[in-house]
């Protein structure tokens, strides 16, 4: 399946890669990204924007759903090429950096990232803007900022009203034989998570786009989200 085809609206584009799944979104002539892909990822952004008839606008922002590598390894690079800012929410501060200290369960997931950071030689991007929960960024009639807890401190979603569609990040995993909740292992809190998809929920979205998921439809993995909150 052709990024952008069925699993997003007319103005956002889904980069799919082997690894993970990330958006743009188009406001007039400018583009916005949601998160940045893994290994490949300005690859497959360059292929996605061709394709979609996108090339020739300028991405003017990049927004982080959280700090792990496979969605922040070519922020920096992204950014220093097309002048774009970069946002992340403030507790996700030490995450994007490398700091972070990993404890119980997440430790093999701190194994991981450490390894990767050195072994893909990654470089942290400069956050020009520290995200609140509720915050409302000027893009496409205004996109909201969402607290999602538990995946990472810092973990955030996005969601726009206008369209009643949510940016999940990796808030759960969407395949259709296997939708579940990230393990504990890669994990900083995976007791938040649950709360945190509950709360998604209060917002009553018709469609859900997740950074960890098959290509179908914002209201499949809507419905598989829901089945997951409620037990079913």
């Given at each position: 399946?052709?990024?952008?085809?069925?699993?997003?609206?007319?103005?956002?584009?889904?980069?799919?890669?082997?690894?993970?799944?990330?958006?743009?979104?188009?406001?007039?002539?400018?583009?916005?990204?949601?998160?940045?892909?893994?290994?490949?990822?300005?690859?497959?952004l360059?292929?996605?924007?061709d394709?979609?008839?996108?090339?020739?606008?300028?991405?003017?922002?990049?927004?982080?759903?959280?700090?792990?590598?496979?969605?922040?390894?070519?922020?920096?690079?992204?950014?220093?090429?097309?002048?774009?800012?970069?946002?992340?929410?403030?507790?996700?501060?030490?995450?994007?950096?490398?700091?972070?200290?990993?404890?119980?369960?997440?430790?093999?997931?701190?194994?991981?990232?450490?390894?990767g950071?050195?072994?893909?030689?990654?470089?942290?991007?400069?956050?020009?803007?520290?995200?609140?929960?509720?915050?409302?960024?000027?893009?496409?009639?205004?996109?909201?900022?969402?607290?999602?807890?538990?995946?990472t401190?810092?973990?955030?979603?996005?969601?726009?009203?206008?369209?009643?569609?949510l940016?999940?990040?990796?808030?759960?995993?969407?395949?259709?034989?296997?939708?579940?909740?990230?393990?504990?292992?890669?994990?900083?809190h995976?007791?938040?998570?649950?709360?945190?998809?509950?709360?998604?929920?209060?917002?009553?979205?018709?469609?859900?786009?997740?950074?960890?998921?098959?290509?179908?439809?914002?209201?499949?993995?809507?419905?598989?989200?829901?089945?997951?909150?409620?037990?079913?």
């Open positions: 399946m052709e990024s952008g085809t069925r699993d997003s609206p007319a103005n956002a584009l889904a980069v799919r890669t082997p690894a993970v799944t990330f958006y743009v979104l188009r406001d007039g002539a400018d583009l916005y990204l949601i998160d940045c892909g893994f290994v490949g990822g300005r690859h497959h360059a292929n996605a924007l394709r979609r008839g996108w090339k020739h606008l300028r991405i003017r922002g990049i927004l982080l759903t959280h700090g792990h590598l496979d969605h922040v390894l070519d922020a920096a690079r992204i950014a220093q090429e097309s002048e774009a800012w970069v946002a992340a929410h403030r507790l996700e501060r030490a995450q994007i950096a490398g700091h972070y200290p990993p404890n119980g369960s997440s430790r093999f997931c701190g194994m991981l990232e450490a390894a950071r050195i072994l893909f030689r990654y470089s942290a991007p400069k956050i020009d803007h520290w995200l609140e929960d509720g915050e409302e960024l000027p893009i496409l009639g205004g996109l909201q900022v969402l607290h999602l807890p538990g995946h401190e810092g973990h955030v979603g996005f969601f726009l009203p206008r369209r009643k569609l940016f999940s990040g990796d808030l759960f995993a969407s395949y259709s034989m296997f939708p579940h909740f990230a393990p504990a292992c890669l994990s900083t995976p007791a938040e998570i649950p709360k945190s998809a509950a709360r998604a929920l209060t917002l009553d979205p018709a469609g859900v786009l997740p950074n960890h998921g098959d290509g179908t439809k914002p209201e499949v993995h809507l419905a598989r989200l829901r089945a997951l909150v409620h037990g079913e």
